[in-house]
Protein backbone atom coordinates (compact mmCIF):
# COMPACT_ATOMS: atom_id res chain seq x y z
CA UNK A 1 0.00 0.00 0.00
CA UNK A 2 1.44 3.64 -0.60
CA UNK A 3 2.36 5.53 1.78
CA UNK A 4 -0.15 8.17 3.01
CA UNK A 5 1.01 11.89 2.74
CA UNK A 6 0.43 14.51 5.39
CA UNK A 7 -1.34 17.50 4.01
CA UNK A 8 -1.41 20.88 6.45
CA UNK A 9 -3.95 22.81 6.02
CA UNK A 10 -2.29 25.10 2.85
CA UNK A 11 -1.98 21.69 1.01
CA UNK A 12 -5.80 20.94 1.28
CA UNK A 13 -6.93 24.77 0.79
CA UNK A 14 -4.58 24.22 -2.73
CA UNK A 15 -6.14 21.09 -3.15
CA UNK A 16 -10.04 22.27 -2.72
CA UNK A 17 -9.05 25.75 -5.32
CA UNK A 18 -8.08 23.36 -7.44
CA UNK A 19 -10.69 20.67 -7.30
CA UNK A 20 -12.96 23.94 -7.84
CA UNK A 21 -11.07 25.06 -11.24
CA UNK A 22 -8.43 22.87 -12.01
CA UNK A 23 -7.82 25.76 -14.95
CA UNK A 24 -6.79 28.54 -11.87
CA UNK A 25 -3.66 29.86 -12.58
CA UNK A 26 -1.04 29.81 -10.02
CA UNK A 27 -1.67 33.27 -8.96
CA UNK A 28 -5.05 33.12 -8.69
CA UNK A 29 -4.68 29.27 -5.99
CA UNK A 30 -1.68 31.48 -4.33
CA UNK A 31 -4.23 34.50 -3.70
CA UNK A 32 -6.96 32.09 -2.45
CA UNK A 33 -5.04 30.22 -0.05
CA UNK A 34 -2.83 32.67 1.03
CA UNK A 35 0.60 31.98 -0.15
CA UNK A 36 3.17 33.79 -2.39
CA UNK A 37 2.90 32.54 -5.60
CA UNK A 38 6.66 30.71 -5.15
CA UNK A 39 5.70 28.39 -2.27
CA UNK A 40 2.52 27.75 -3.74
CA UNK A 41 3.62 26.51 -6.84
CA UNK A 42 6.19 24.30 -4.96
CA UNK A 43 3.31 22.76 -2.89
CA UNK A 44 1.32 22.11 -6.38
CA UNK A 45 4.77 20.39 -7.60
CA UNK A 46 5.03 17.96 -4.75
CA UNK A 47 1.45 17.31 -4.95
CA UNK A 48 1.67 16.43 -8.36
CA UNK A 49 4.77 14.43 -7.54
CA UNK A 50 3.67 12.36 -4.62
CA UNK A 51 0.54 11.39 -6.55
CA UNK A 52 -1.58 13.04 -4.13
CA UNK A 53 -2.99 14.96 -7.49
CA UNK A 54 -2.94 12.53 -10.06
CA UNK A 55 -3.69 14.69 -12.79
CA UNK A 56 -6.27 17.41 -14.19
CA UNK A 57 -9.69 17.15 -15.89
CA UNK A 58 -12.58 18.98 -17.80
CA UNK A 59 -16.14 18.24 -16.60
CA UNK A 60 -18.20 17.66 -19.53
CA UNK A 61 -22.41 17.83 -19.72
CA UNK A 62 -23.15 14.69 -20.81
CA UNK A 63 -26.95 16.12 -22.48
CA UNK A 64 -24.73 18.78 -24.82
CA UNK A 65 -22.87 15.36 -26.13
CA UNK A 66 -25.89 13.42 -26.38
CA UNK A 67 -25.22 11.26 -23.44
CA UNK A 68 -27.49 12.57 -21.02
CA UNK A 69 -28.70 9.15 -19.62
CA UNK A 70 -26.37 7.38 -16.91
CA UNK A 71 -27.13 4.09 -15.61
CA UNK A 72 -25.82 2.19 -12.01
CA UNK A 73 -25.47 -1.44 -13.47
CA UNK A 74 -24.65 -4.41 -10.80
CA UNK A 75 -23.18 -7.33 -12.27
CA UNK A 76 -21.63 -10.48 -11.07
CA UNK A 77 -19.76 -12.97 -12.95
CA UNK A 78 -19.19 -17.21 -12.73
CA UNK A 79 -15.88 -17.02 -11.90
CA UNK A 80 -14.15 -15.26 -9.40
CA UNK A 81 -10.12 -16.15 -10.47
CA UNK A 82 -7.91 -13.75 -10.77
CA UNK A 83 -7.85 -14.44 -14.89
CA UNK A 84 -11.44 -14.25 -15.30
CA UNK A 85 -11.37 -10.93 -13.32
CA UNK A 86 -8.50 -9.94 -15.41
CA UNK A 87 -10.11 -10.66 -18.67
CA UNK A 88 -13.53 -8.87 -17.58
CA UNK A 89 -11.51 -5.34 -16.61
CA UNK A 90 -10.03 -5.68 -20.16
CA UNK A 91 -13.30 -5.66 -21.81
CA UNK A 92 -14.62 -2.69 -19.43
CA UNK A 93 -11.47 -0.70 -21.01
CA UNK A 94 -12.96 -1.29 -24.38
CA UNK A 95 -16.14 0.02 -23.46
CA UNK A 96 -16.54 3.63 -24.02
CA UNK A 97 -19.86 3.77 -22.17
CA UNK A 98 -18.44 2.67 -19.11
CA UNK A 99 -17.35 5.86 -17.10
CA UNK A 100 -16.65 3.52 -13.50
CA UNK A 101 -16.01 0.11 -12.35
CA UNK A 102 -15.42 -0.58 -8.75
CA UNK A 103 -14.96 -4.18 -7.44
CA UNK A 104 -17.21 -4.26 -4.70
CA UNK A 105 -18.33 -6.60 -1.63
CA UNK A 106 -21.80 -8.03 -1.52
CA UNK A 107 -24.32 -9.67 -3.59
CA UNK A 108 -22.35 -8.89 -6.84
CA UNK A 109 -19.27 -8.32 -8.02
CA UNK A 110 -18.77 -4.95 -9.60
CA UNK A 111 -20.96 -1.86 -9.97
CA UNK A 112 -20.73 0.25 -13.40
CA UNK A 113 -21.76 3.61 -14.08
CA UNK A 114 -22.58 3.95 -18.09
CA UNK A 115 -23.55 7.07 -19.86
CA UNK A 116 -25.86 6.54 -23.02
CA UNK A 117 -28.18 8.26 -25.13
CA UNK A 118 -31.31 6.77 -24.37
CA UNK A 119 -32.99 3.12 -23.28
CA UNK A 120 -32.30 1.80 -27.77
CA UNK A 121 -28.61 2.72 -26.76
CA UNK A 122 -28.34 1.00 -23.41
CA UNK A 123 -29.98 -2.02 -24.53
CA UNK A 124 -28.02 -2.38 -27.65
CA UNK A 125 -24.61 -2.11 -25.06
CA UNK A 126 -25.99 -4.64 -23.29
CA UNK A 127 -26.96 -7.19 -26.40
CA UNK A 128 -23.57 -6.27 -28.38
CA UNK A 129 -20.91 -5.44 -25.31
CA UNK A 130 -21.31 -6.28 -21.87
CA UNK A 131 -23.24 -9.48 -22.28
CA UNK A 132 -20.69 -10.68 -24.35
CA UNK A 133 -18.23 -10.98 -22.43
CA UNK A 134 -17.12 -14.32 -20.87
CA UNK A 135 -18.31 -15.17 -17.41
CA UNK A 136 -21.20 -12.50 -17.33
CA UNK A 137 -23.52 -14.35 -15.07
CA UNK A 138 -26.03 -11.51 -13.72
CA UNK A 139 -26.83 -7.84 -14.00
CA UNK A 140 -29.30 -5.57 -12.64
CA UNK A 141 -29.85 -2.10 -13.86
CA UNK A 142 -31.23 1.03 -13.05
CA UNK A 143 -31.40 4.55 -14.76
CA UNK A 144 -30.43 7.59 -12.81
CA UNK A 145 -33.34 9.64 -12.22
CA UNK A 146 -31.42 12.82 -10.55
CA UNK A 147 -28.28 13.69 -9.39
CA UNK A 148 -28.33 14.14 -5.87
CA UNK A 149 -24.44 14.92 -5.12
CA UNK A 150 -21.46 14.67 -6.83
CA UNK A 151 -18.28 16.30 -5.35
CA UNK A 152 -14.50 15.88 -5.03
CA UNK A 153 -13.19 14.10 -2.39
CA UNK A 154 -13.61 15.66 1.47
CA UNK A 155 -10.07 17.51 2.64
Known amino acids: MDQQIKLDKFD ?18 SEEVG ?27 AEKIGRPEQLIVQLTLNKH ?41 YERL ?3 KLYKIPGVRHSKSSFVLRCLKASSLPL
Not at 92 to 117: C, F, K, M, Q, W
Open 81 to 121: TDAAMAEFARHLEAIPEVIDAYLVSGDYDYVLRLSVRDTRD
Open 126 to 128: LRE
Open 35 to 61: LTTSPCWTRIKRLEESGVIEGYTVKVN
Open 12 to 29: RAILRALQRNARASLQEV
